[in-house]
């Protein structure tokens, strides 16, 4: 015989499970935002079956307990729209130099993932964890994040904007944009944008420009105006070119490799890697970041220029050295 799903009545509870019960269900409540009266009667009614609705004398009775606890909880008056505000409570994490920087170690690795959604939602909860350490974690928390190099992610100025850039992205537009850029200042730039991504905390809208021939990224924060929007659909012949470098390194290759990139060869602990370029400034900066470790093999013109930039930047720390001196 099949037994039947009974759901719980809360009235076969003991009178102080069931008190119990419809205490932490008010924390919650006032955890969130301040409640009146009849607010947390109606969520009491809602969250626990067969609750009926409850005096005012009870409901005090109940957040004088929370009091009792610890709870700082302002009394209703006009000036707060005559609602129980939570001020404070007692109920704080308390972690270990080790767990915190888990945390930022596993914060920063978000912010690296280049998924814009899933990282302002794991920021918005490390917000949360951060409103709930006592005082001494917070501390140690803002120590670590400062010692890792971790930056904010900060999108509520213009996640309204982000949400616009991607609605186009996904309709492949064409954008003439006004961005301030921290070089040249003010200027137009045109693009057909193609993705947001996130990256250590800055926003960043991915287009090819027809004018120069590459993709470009922009920073979110430094478009000040979307100037027009084609209303027709483009077909771009992008150009983007192969290059070939080797990398000497003792970490796994799946940890270094993109979806561009394809492994040519395995020897040792050296990889021979081709991988498809559509804007060289980035692909520049990831080459000058494995420092050493890294050769350019192909295309000749390429290796060249990285070589040149080498010289340059040796040249800047020559003369920088006989200054200080």
Partial sequence: MQ???????FYELDNVN?????????????LKAPCDISEINE????????CKKLSRDTICIYLNTLRVLGCVISRP?????????????PFQLSLTEKE??????LRKYFST??????????DNLFNKILENLTSSTQKLFQSAKKNILCREVTSEKFLRSIKQLEKYCKQN?????????PESGEKNITLNAEEITMENGAFYLWGYSDELETTMYLRVDRILDIKTVSLRHNKIERVFFKAIYKLKTGSDYPSLISEKDRMLERSGDEFIIETTVSNKFRFFQKILSYGSDCTVLHPEKVREEIALNLANILKIYDETALVSE
Avoid: Q
Wanted: a positive charge; hydrophobic letters at 40%; one cysteine or more.
């Fill in 100 to 105: 915190v920087e888990t945390l930022i170690e």
């Fill in 3 to 9: 037994k039947k799903n009974r759901r719980p009545n």
């Fill in 43 to 50: 969520k009491l009614e809602k969250e626990v079956k067969d």
């Fill in 77 to 89: 008056t006009k000036n707060n729209d005559f609602k129980y505000n939570l001020v404070s409570h």
């Fill in 18 to 30: 069931l008190t119990a019960l419809r205490i932490l269900v008010i924390f919650d409540m006032l």
């Fill in 173 to 181: 537009k064409t954008l003439t944009l006004l961005y301030k850029s």
């Fill in 113 to 122: 993932l280049c998924e814009w959604r899933t990282t302002v939602e794991i």
